[in-house]
């Protein structure tokens, strides 16, 4: 199975440039038709916005923008390239604009239009879709916190955690990551510690995030 990014979820973000309100938004989606309804969304609840303009790329299915009445080539190609720059998968950006009687120009736009499409991408986040395998680990509470670093390093993610008579842990690793894991587990520990391996999910998790979920 691929191993892509998407968004984490809903992000919002918007900044005024020389009297003009931009708002951008950015969604995860799954299918084109699902990125059209919210863009016709957009365009219903921003209906007295000077434009709404929007890309949206679709994985194993359609890319695709419009400049919404502004100059071509200023709103919709520059959000999209800035969705290809993330390398983003399943997504759908709109930037709302309110004219503020200020005219940008076409460079002016083109930052703005990027800019709103950019704060909006981060305020969502990045997923990683992958396949995890999914790990049973218990271990003394003397290796706990050495564990933790360990998972850390190898991309996985703490799951869930239960304080016992041991520490029981259930941990996500990327498919290409558990042997090695499971060997440096075994090294540091002398085998000590043992993991099994307990199911797989195909599923996206937040980049980077090494928080308890």
């Given at each position: ?16 440039e020389?009297?003009s309100?931009?708002?951008g ?8 038709e ?6 016709q969304?957009m365009k ?17 299915g ?16 520059p ?9 983003l ?16 120009g ?7 239009y990027?800019?709103?499409?950019k ?12 396949v995890?395998?999914?790990?049973y ?22 799951r ?8 029981e ?16 587990i ?13 199911g797989k ?13």
């Open positions: 199975m691929e191993e892509y990014l998407v968004p984490t979820g809903f992000g919002e973000a918007e900044f005024v020389k009297k309100r931009f708002i938004r950015v969604w995860l989606v799954e299918t084109e699902e990125a059209l309804e919210k863009i969304a219903k609840q921003h209906y007295d916005a000077t434009h709404n303009c929007w890309a949206y790329i679709i994985k194993g359609a890319m695709r923008f419009s400049d919404d009445g502004e100059p071509g080539g200023t709103a919709g190609m959000m999209v390239q800035v969705l290809q720059r993330e390398e998968y399943n997504v759908v950006c709109v930037v709302t604009r309110y004219f503020g009687g200020v005219l940008l076409a460079g002016g736009l083109v930052r703005a990027t800019k709103g499409a704060i909006a991408v981060d305020a969502a986040g990045k997923s990683i879709k992958r995890w395998d999914v790990l680990l218990p271990c003394p509470y003397s290796w706990y916190e050495r564990i933790k670093l360990e998972i850390a390093a190898f991309g996985g993610i703490l869930d955690t239960q304080f016992g008579a041991e520490v842990l259930e941990v996500l690793l990327p498919q290409a990551q558990t042997a090695p894991f499971l060997d440096r075994t090294d540091m520990t002398a085998a000590a510690v043992q993991a099994m391996e307990i999910e195909y599923r996206a998790f937040p980049v980077n995030k090494e928080a308890q979920i």
